[in-house]
């Protein structure tokens, strides 16, 4: 009964996927959980609810699918509806504050904590009458979770005679987490693979491997195969969303200077030598054949003028609506602040090849990244413009979770960006670490997707084999996990460690959770233990409290929910609300390194960074006021902007990131939703012209931040403390000193006593989002804190 376009059906018989619906369906029909297996790009996400669709699935319930990015519901749900003619009320998504769903859905598309929220409220998921898990290679922590849970909820669905399926669907064939675990699946799921046309992709490693500097190796190296070697696009794996742009931004350079010259071919054998732009490279396998047709088509191949006009360097994403600034802890496109440091570096750089030329052929040169705006990241499904090449620098986005088409080059820094927590003090810092072979394989494999290709890995052979390890650790390994324990608690499941993840999260972070929810009246406190054998058992099995459910309510942090659930006193309500929207949204400043090329940009740029900082100063307060210190800063900036309706024009004006401020008040609506949700008795309402906080308020704000935060309290160090000189704080936990950054509206004053929001390790461990409090408040709001300073740990 679907309708489908003819170039769209002619489009859909090229995917791998097709060729197997049959053997999908049987699998899905005959089994109650099934695993697909295929190659990004043959057709997984797109089709398999299609199928299921087709197949009548969706007469007996909703067909759900997950995603664990924001982006990839909204745009898959589109792309859905688009091939089978269907408006978005039948195809629709729904995601943390947007939704198109309605009463006549039937494919809904959501973010993987959006079904975590409606397992809370309906265990059975009665509505669907079938799941799909997508993208579990990336194994995020809900999609892990959700695993775990629906594992369970299959056979009771099967026993109340309403059968639910569970379609797992991956990008690699590392399932064994899922098949080999009896916990998780006493039957071991049918593993579906879906072969796909993959063509040979020659692996070249560098001789060495470039230690700091590896920006300027991936620029020189893409220059080289754009001047030496066949049409094909390239596509680059950075680490971050600045490293893309400071990329974008040298190939435009580039593009207005001169441009990349095509070499003369002087060394006789043609001007592709083994496909090898560089001799630095090791190549390992070759496909001679092929490569001698190459260079014949590289004759023929003229090579036209280069104009990289097209392309915005600064990408200012205000019709944005979507993406993923909240979802989530670890993000590949966070940026550090060392970062920033590192863009002023670049700019002053000198850009290579700035030699005029003849024959130069365009680069079509594109941004890839998840915090990019949809409209710009559907750039890289179009075709180059004619006579172009088309050079995509991504994050590790652009490796599994979408597919550019016409890449045949792939050029791999090996690197990537991960967020390192710290199990025991919390402390998080970003580091640039090399990815795994298996991502690294991944990556490679996107070259030979329309014909054969060439993957240059910077780095050797050497480091690739001892260095990397060979998968990458699930996300639940690497982070805190007191906001799943909390959900999971709330849905009655108090023994957490006999839950069935498909990999357990260490002790250690459970415990911590256990204990950051005991300290902040989230979870009962646990009986004291008879025995100290005993001791372990019952930590494990503490109750929620009714504290706790109101918490788990509400769609944020554990430590914010209590915020929350503490802001009736004085009017503090919508102030809370407001500080844990901008808390939970991350940087709302605009970087302040864009300099610009010009003198004129130059001058403009310090005008407004002079402007910012005098705003800040006004945003911080006087008096006892300013003590709420850098959370005074966001209120003020909430304040200010949703006083003058949030505008684009005045947050470019007072260097805030539009993004962000539209990101908060989304998240004020949601959360004051929320609150009236939960207790109908408070009636907060949300004023867009919120006045300042009176001076009791303020006073009330920072008790109330520190009765959530009281784990990351902070004091001053005493003059004969290491550390003490510079500044230097004590916190609970943490060896050595900690910092307030400069940037911080208390730098100056250094209060005896702070609280903060996190640590981040740059060039110092600084405390973020800090206020200050006071001595004797500690005791009297957090009299579990001594719990929490020292664990239960063995005599
Ligand atoms: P998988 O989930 O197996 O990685 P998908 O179903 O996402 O594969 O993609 C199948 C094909 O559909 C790919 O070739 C991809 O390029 C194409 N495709 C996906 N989204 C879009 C879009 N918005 N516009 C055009 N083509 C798309
Ligand atoms: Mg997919």
């Known amino acids: 009964q679907v309708k489908r376009s003819p170039e769209i059906q002619e489009a859909r018989l090229r995917l791998p996927i097709l060729a197997e619906e049959q053997m999908v369906m049987e699998g899905i029909h005959d089994n109650p959980v099934v695993i697909i297996c295929g190659e990004t790009g043959s057709g997984k996400t797109t089709q398999v609810p299609q199928f299921l669709y087709e197949a009548g699935y969706a007469m007996k319930g909703l067909i759900g699918v ?39 859905t039937k494919i809904k598309f959501m973010t993987d904590g959006v079904l975590m929220k409606e397992v809370q409220k309906d265990f059975l998921l009665t509505k669907y009458s079938v799941i799909i898990i997508d993208e579990a290679h990336e194994r995020s922590v809900y999609t892990d979770i959700l695993i775990g849970l629906l594992s369970r909820i299959v056979p009771l669905r099967h026993k109340k005679g309403n059968p639910l399926r569970l379609v797992i669907m991956s990008a690699t064939l590392r399932v064994e987490d899922f098949t080999e675990n009896k916990r998780l699946f006493k039957v071991t799921p049918p593993v579906i693979k879906v072969e796909s046309r993959q063509f040979p992709v020659t692996i070249h490693f560098n001789k060495r491997t470039p230690v700091e500097d590896y920006i300027t190796e991936v620029h020189r190296k893409v220059l080289k195969i754009h001047r030496t070697l066949p049409p094909g696009g390239i596509l680059v794996f950075v680490t971050g969303q600045h ?65 990289l006009d097209s392309y915005s360097a600064q990408p200012r994403d205000v019709e944005n609506d979507v993406d993923d600034e909240v979802d989530g802890d670890v993000d590949s496109d966070d940026q550090s602040e060392e970062e920033l440091e590192d863009e002023v570096k670049d700019e002053e750089e000198k850009v290579l090849d700035s030699e005029a030329a003849e024959d130069q052929v365009p680069m079509h040169v594109l941004p890839m990244y998840s915090l990019l705006a949809p409209h710009r990241q559907a750039q890289v499904f179009q075709p180059p413009p004619e006579g172009s090449r088309m050079v995509v620098v991504a994050t590790n986005v652009a490796e599994t979770s979408l597919t550019i088409p016409g890449i045949k080059y792939v050029v791999d820094t ?165 500080l844990v929207s901008a808390l939970t949204v991350r940087e709302i400043f605009e970087e302040s390194s864009m300099q610009g090329h010009t003198d004129a940009e130059r001058e403009a740029h310090k005008k407004l960074q002079a402007r910012v900082a005098h705003n800040k100063k006004i945003w911080a307060g006087k008096g006892d006021n300013a003590l709420l210190g850098d959370l005074m800063v966001l209120l003020g900036a909430v304040g200010a902007s949703e006083y003058v309706g949030c505008t684009p024009g005045f947050c470019a004006s007072h260097g805030l990131r539009y993004k962000a401020m539209v990101e908060i008040r989304k998240l004020r609506r949601l959360l004051t939703n929320a609150v009236n949700s939960v207790d109908s008795d408070c009636g907060v309402f949300m004023d867009p012209k919120m006045s300042p906080p009176t001076s009791t308020q303020v006073k009330m704000l920072r008790q109330i931040v520190l009765a959530g935060l009281g784990h990351h309290v902070a004091k001053r160090m005493s003059a004969d403390q290491e550390g003490f000189e510079r500044g230097g704080y004590q916190s609970v936990g943490i060896e050595g000193a900690v910092f307030i950054h400069p940037n911080s509206a208390l730098f100056k004053q250094l209060p005896d006593y702070v609280v903060y929001q996190e640590i981040i390790e740059t060039t110092k461990p600084y405390m973020r989002g800090v206020t200050a409090v006071e001595r004797e408040w500690l005791p009297v709001l957090f009299p579990n804190l001594c719990t929490f300073s020292k664990p239960l740990e063995e005599p």
């Open 66 to 104: 997950t995603e664990p990015r924001r982006v990839a519901a909204v745009s898959m749900s589109q792309r859905v509806a688009k091939e089978m003619n269907l408006p978005t009320s039948v195809v629709s998504y729904q995601i943390r504050y947007a939704g198109s769903v309605s009463d006549e």
């Open 414 to 578: 090996g690197r990537v960006k991960r967020r390192f927590y710290d199990k025991v003090t919390g402390v998080s810092s970003f580091k640039v670490d090399w990815t795994s072979k298996a991502s690294g394989n991944q990556r490679a494999g996107r070259a030979g997707r329309t014909e054969p290709g060439h993957c240059y890995r910077l780095f050797s052979s050497a480091v690739f084999g001892n260095d990397f390890e060979t998968f990458d650790p699930p996300e639940i390994t690497r982070r805190p996990v007191e906001d799943l324990i909390l959900q999971m608690k709330d849905m009655g499941i108090d023994k957490v460690v006999n839950f069935p993840f498909p990999t357990c999260p260490d002790e250690e972070s459970l415990k911590a959770a256990e204990r950051l929810l005991i300290a902040l009246g989230a979870l009962e406190q646990p009986p004291k233990p008879k025995r100290f054998r005993d001791m372990k058992k019952e930590f494990f099995s503490t109750r929620i409290t009714d504290v706790g459910r109101a918490m788990a309510c509400l769609p944020v942090a554990p430590c914010y929910a209590k915020m929350i659930s503490l802001g009736q006193q004085e009017g503090c309500l919508p102030y809370v609300i407001a």
């Open 243 to 307: 490293e893309v742009n400071t990329l974008c931004r040298k190939f435009k350079a580039v593009g207005k200077r001169a441009g990349p010259k095509r070499e003369p071919d002087t060394s006789g054998t043609g001007p592709n030598k083994d496909q090898d732009p560089d001799e630095d490279q090791e190549p390992v396998h070759e496909d001679l054949k092929k490569a001698e047709e190459e260079k014949k088509a590289f004759k023929k191949w003229k090579l036209p003028k280069i104009s």
